[in-house]
């Protein structure tokens, strides 16, 4: 059986700098203060994910904030494929916030049964619903604040909806490849999204955070998968992703282990972190972290 060891950091400008570090132990609930270097490498990697992804999206299919809202919702612990198949359906019965918020509940839950958790997430839609009939005239709301009363919708969910649909980012989409990819590039070393989500946003400027996210999940559903990562065909391997936490065998071959969060060398103490995801609709279920489920 092949040796296995696990990359660390590769030097000490792709771990967390001592700023940073101090930064945090400091003033745990504000962003940290990235160092220089830190900020070049985050800067040439959304290069070389821009240039891999030049076409990066929200692969849920949406014609306006209402759709992309309640297919959020139905993404919880569900491929953005398996939502897509569903919402065709529950588009054309129920097309908009005043016809869901009216609508026999059961029959929401029949039209989104295949999506997994389906009572919770009908009950989440349409209670959504009434509340942007009867609090925002029947159109999604464009803050933050104001999305985060709507039931099902926790930061994540409001985040997707202000950045794709409104373009107006309050924050960074920190969905399960997110959490792992930042973690793996040493962008943050940190396991709850929301501070992961600070890191990010203290690392890269605002008009990049929504983009960032995209490319980040398309990075993650065709490289750098959950348990094995293609690190041999990835362009980030060489200079700008140290790998963090990430098995190998002594051949170089990624091992099946090697999506195993927060294992890290080097005298660090990786941090074991929860599997506990954020899933947008606040029932705090784990992440199953299968293929492609993006939230
Ligand atoms: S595939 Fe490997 S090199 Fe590429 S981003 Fe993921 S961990 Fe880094």
């Known amino acids: 059986m092949a040796k296995k060891k696990t990359i660390a950091a590769g030097s000490p400008s792709?771990?967390?700098?001592?700023?940073?570090?101090?930064?945090?132990?400091?003033t745990a609930s504000l962003p940290a203060v990235p160092d220089a270097?830190?900020?070049?490498?985050?800067?040439?990697?959304?290069g070389v994910l821009r240039r891999l992804y030049p076409d990066a999206h929200c692969e849920l299919d949406h014609i306006n904030p209402f759709q992309l809202l309640v297919a959020t919702i139905l993404s919880a612990q569900c491929t953005d494929k398996r939502v897509n198949m569903v919402t065709p359906a529950l588009f054309a019965r129920f097309p908009d916030a005043r016809a869901m918020a009216d609508a026999d509940v059961r029959e929401i839950e029949e039209l989104v049964k295949t999506t997994g958790f389906f009572r919770n997430k009908a009950r989440n839609i349409q209670g959504a619903s009434q509340r942007i009939v009867e609090a925002f005239g029947g159109e999604v709301p464009q803050t933050m604040e104001e999305l985060l009363t709507l039931p099902g919708v926790a930061?994540?969910?409001?985040?997707?909806?202000?950045g794709t649909a409104f373009k107006a980012p309050e924050g960074v989409v920190v969905d399960t490849h997110v959490q792992?990819?930042?973690?793996?590039?040493?962008?943050?070393?940190?396991?709850?999204?929301?501070?992961i989500e600070r890191d990010l946003?203290?690392?890269?400027?605002?008009?990049?955070?929504?983009?960032?996210?995209?490319?980040?999940?398309?990075?993650?559903?065709?490289?750098?998968?959950?348990?094995k990562p293609d690190c041999d065909r990835c362009d980030l391997k060489d200079k700008l992703c140290p790998r963090?936490?990430?098995?190998?065998?002594?051949?170089?071959?990624?091992?099946?282990?090697s999506g195993q969060?927060?294992?890290m060398t080097s005298?660090?103490?990786?941090?074991?972190?929860?599997r506990k995801s954020d899933d947008g609709n606040g029932t705090g279920q784990r992440s199953t972290g299968r293929r492609s489920a993006s939230r």
């Open 201 to 227: 946003m203290a690392l890269f400027p605002r008009s990049q955070w929504d983009e960032l996210s995209h490319l980040m999940i398309w990075h993650g559903r065709r490289c750098c998968d959950a348990r």
């Open 180 to 195: 792992r990819l930042s973690r793996r590039m040493g962008l943050t070393e940190r396991s709850d999204p929301v501070k």
């Open 155 to 162: 930061r994540k969910t409001a985040n997707v909806v202000l």
């Open 267 to 274: 005298g660090k103490t990786g941090r074991r972190g929860s």
């Open 261 to 263: 969060r927060g294992v």
């Open 14 to 26: 792709q771990r967390t700098p001592p700023a940073q570090r101090r930064a945090r132990s400091s």
């Open 37 to 46: 270097e830190l900020r070049r490498r985050a800067k040439r990697i959304v």
């Open 244 to 257: 963090v936490g990430v098995s190998i065998d002594v051949e170089g071959k990624e091992s099946k282990r």
